[in-house]
């Protein structure tokens, strides 16, 4: 469910601004940044967010 809303939160930017041709690295950076945090961090949790739960005896 992260990736779905990293792409609809950072592609747009990209995108517009690449169309109206303004592509300065520098006024994208934080944009870039916040790709490579996201990127990062679905990396990391991968294990975490693909596991499978256990069955529990408790549960009806």
């Known amino acids: 469910m992260e990736t779905p809303a ?3 939160g950072d ?3 990209v995108l517009v601004r690449w169309a109206i ?3 300065d ?3 994208l950076a934080p944009v ?3 790709i490579l945090l996201t990127a990062l ?3 990391l949790s991968r294990r975490y967010l693909c596991a499978h ?3 529990r005896a408790d549960r009806p």
Request: aromatic share 24%.
């Open 25 to 27: 690295f520098w006024h």
């Open 41 to 43: 961090g679905l990396i």
């Open 32 to 34: 870039y940044f916040g």
């Open 21 to 23: 041709g303004y592509t």
């Open 11 to 13: 592609l747009p930017p």
């Open 6 to 8: 990293a792409i609809a």
């Open 53 to 55: 739960l256990s069955p």
